[in-house]
């Protein structure tokens, strides 16, 4: 029988993997609205562990500035702001993942 914890990681490796290929997709997509606009890719780590890639576009034809930002960290206890109203998480190890974006597409109204 498959241990719990191994359950845990095989279906966190799918989640990452989907959201990986979300961030590219978005990126494609974005960058097929012009001949010219392409992201900018910077990868980073967490000093807990884990870490994730962040996209900008600048100075676009069709965004001023757009980031797509993919993240995964981990570590071995949560933050105290995160168990202030759920002790019972105290010294439990954590894991987040996701997707972000920020769009600010060029306006022709704004100076």
């Given at each position: 029988?498959?241990?719990?914890?191994?359950?845990?990681?095989?279906?966190?490796?799918?989640?990452?993997?989907?959201?990986?290929?979300?961030?590219n997709?978005?990126?494609?997509?974005?960058?097929?609205?012009?001949?010219?606009?392409?992201?900018?890719?910077?990868?980073?780590?967490?000093?807990?562990?884990?870490?994730?890639?962040?996209?900008?576009?600048?100075?676009?034809?069709?965004?001023?500035?757009?980031?797509?930002?993919?993240?995964?960290?981990?570590?071995v206890?949560?933050?105290?702001?995160?168990?202030?109203?759920?002790?019972?998480?105290?010294?439990?190890?954590?894991?987040?993942?996701?997707?972000?974006?920020?769009?600010?597409?060029?306006?022709?109204?704004?100076?």
């Amino acid at each position: 029988m498959t241990d719990s914890v191994e359950l845990e990681s095989i279906d966190a490796e799918r989640v990452e993997s989907y959201l990986r290929v979300l961030q590219n997709n978005i990126c494609q997509t974005l960058e097929s609205l012009s001949e010219s606009d392409r992201f900018f890719e910077d990868q980073w780590e967490y000093s807990g562990g884990g870490g994730g890639a962040s996209r900008v576009l600048e100075s676009g034809e069709v965004f001023e500035k757009a980031g797509v930002n993919f993240s995964s960290i981990h570590g071995v206890k949560l933050p105290k702001a995160a168990t202030a109203k759920r002790t019972d998480l105290e010294d439990k190890p954590f894991s987040a993942m996701g997707v972000s974006l920020v769009l600010h597409p060029m306006n022709p109204y704004v100076p």
